[in-house]
């Protein structure tokens, strides 16, 4: 067998032919299906183990929600509303094990969460951020502070001044979720991994009741190839259902939809996000700079539409614009103005 070296140069995804061409002729010890960011970590982990380990993605890596997210790295304010302190605790050490180990894809940024609802709900909100920074220690993220009034207006003129307070600024990160599937998939290779995109898993293989393996067919030639492993990883979020049948007839995923906007960042903060809510729900949402334009986002809905190609629709638009238009009115945002939806 060519060397790593010779068949993948380090922190490359190599040729596709060439990985192609090892899937067909070894056997491994995992095949993980799914190129988004838990399989990827699922393929990393496995290969730095020693372990050998297959890839296959049926479309682009990264391709679903690991490229369709806010682009944030963070604990989760709304998780703290719901008591769930040790998940945000468990997200903001996270946070800080990727600032260090991708410090190029993963960058501490300003939050900014305006205070309407006078006193109370000042100190509400501080006491949720003191809880926040003691959660994080240690993952050099700064403690939040507070902008009065006047300083919140000089940061984002846009933002609706009737009843401003002030604001809280405090630090979350942001990130590349593309790059950073496409790093930790290098990362995975440079180990020995084989990822293959464009190949998807047809069947998990058995004799007598065990895991021998999977089916998987090439869908640029629809070649299709038994690959011997005695473990299968199904890394596929929502398509976990039409893989693994549930024994119970349960669904164990439940499809959901978040929708994001991509609007002109004129009139937006250029320099720090907005923590906004919505106009009907009180659902809290994020206005966030990305690559020269302003990112509006998430909604979450239940979904039972095609999993492959989602559609934003025109009520989703509706909703993100009515409640974007009410935290930054001089904005006067309208769906002609949408460069994309995502």
Request: charged share 20%.
């Amino acid at each position: 067998m060519p060397s790593r070296k010779e068949t993948f140069p380090l922190y490359s995804l190599g040729s596709r032919t060439a990985h192609l061409d090892r899937l067909r002729r070894e056997a491994f010890d995992v095949i993980v299906v799914g190129g988004g960011i838990t399989g990827a970590g699922v393929a990393w982990d496995a290969a730095t183990r020693g372990l050998r380990v297959a890839l296959v993605e049926q479309g682009d890596f990264a391709g679903g929600t690991s490229s369709r997210s806010t682009k944030l790295l963070h604990g989760g304010l709304r998780y703290l509303q719901q008591a769930d302190i040790g998940l945000v605790r468990e997200a903001l050490q996270e946070r800080g094990v990727m600032q260090r180990l991708a410090p190029h894809l993963v960058e501490l940024y300003p939050f900014l969460f305006p205070i309407y609802g006078g006193l109370a709900e000042r100190a509400k909100l501080a006491a949720g951020l003191t809880l926040y920074d003691a959660l994080a220690l240690g993952s050099g993220a700064p403690r939040h502070s507070w902008l009065g009034a006047g300083a919140t207006r000089r940061l984002a003129p846009g933002l609706t001044m009737n009843g401003l307070d002030g604001a809280f600024v405090y630090r979350d990160a942001q990130t590349d979720d593309a790059r950073m599937v496409v790093e930790v998939l290098r990362g995975a290779v440079a180990h020995g991994a084989v990822v293959v995109n464009r190949v998807a898993m047809r069947e998990v293989t058995r004799h007598h009741g065990t895991v021998t393996g999977a089916m998987v067919e090439d869908t640029v030639t629809g070649e299709t190839t038994s690959v011997d492993a005695p473990v299968v990883v199904a890394a596929t979020g929502v398509w976990l259902e039409r893989l693994v049948r549930p024994r119970t007839g349960q669904p164990r995923v439940r499809p959901a939809k978040g929708v994001h906007l991509f609007v002109p960042l004129d009139g937006f903060p250029a320099d720090a996000a907005v923590y906004a809510s919505t106009t009907r729900d009180r659902r809290l949402f994020f206005i966030v700079p990305w690559l020269g334009v302003a990112m509006l986002g998430t909604t979450d809905t239940p979904y039972d539409g095609d999993l492959a190609s989602p559609e934003t629709q025109a009520s989703e638009v509706e909703y993100l614009l009515e409640a974007t238009s009410r935290a930054f009115p001089s904005v006067a945002l309208k769906s002609s103005d949408i460069l994309s939806t995502q």
